[in-house]
């Protein structure tokens, strides 16, 4: 597998509108979860930049579409996270919408990496994007992350849990641990959206 060097990722643009700004070149990875599910320290991970995204303490803190450029064509994608409670319930119709419209019209979307922190339930907007993914027959690999907030053996528990009886898994489909602290799952990660991009060029 033809290796991608996520090291040289710069932040490109921010946007609010998918349909005046939608690129139709390229592909793109998206990252979706819950407002503190971790997302944006994930792809600081992945990119070995500590800085790229803005990681807050604050949930919710992300309230564009955040695009990150691999190299040229290649894009990072990184939504608001949805399930925060502070915000108005109109901004929380708005990212669900934004992100439904967005797995339902982008042709250049090759995977989606979703984000569960492995000490919560699968909930139920997560649930909505996998059953979305599945219609448009997109890729997943959820990442259990902040897995190094638990005891291996409650980790290795979880993760079979989820991979046997909680989710009907499909060839689309894929969990693994993660954790950006001792870098669990890192390579898993890499690995995924190697295969997602080179497999589709």
């Known amino acids: 597998m033809c290796g991608i060097n996520y090291h040289n990722t710069v932040f490109l643009k921010s946007i609010y509108s998918l349909q005046k700004e939608r690129y139709k070149y390229g592909f ?22 500590k800085k790229l995204t803005r990681v807050s303490k604050t949930p919710g803190r992300t309230q564009l579409i955040n695009i990150f450029e691999v190299y040229p064509g290649m894009r990072l994608v990184d ?16 990212f669900k919408n934004m992100i439904f419209q967005y797995l339902k019209i982008q042709k250049c979307l090759k995977g989606i990496i979703l984000l569960i922190d492995i000490r919560r339930p699968i909930k139920f907007w997560d649930k909505e994007i996998i059953n979305s993914a599945r219609n448009y027959d997109i890729p997943i690999l959820m990442l259990l992350n902040k897995s190094d907030k638990i005891d291996i053996l409650k980790r290795k528990q979880k993760l079979i849990y989820i991979r046997t009886n909680q989710l009907v898994l499909s060839n689309n489909i894929s969990v693994e641990l993660f954790s950006n602290f001792n870098k669990i799952g890192l390579d898993k990660l890499k690995d995924h959206i190697n295969f997602w991009i080179t497999n589709k060029m």
């Open 28 to 49: 793109e990875i998206a990252f979706l979860g819950y407002s503190n599910s971790g997302k944006s320290t994930v792809i600081n991970t992945l990119t070995n930049q």
């Open 79 to 94: 939504f608001p996270g949805y399930g925060y409670a502070k915000i108005s319930k109109n901004i929380k119709s708005n």
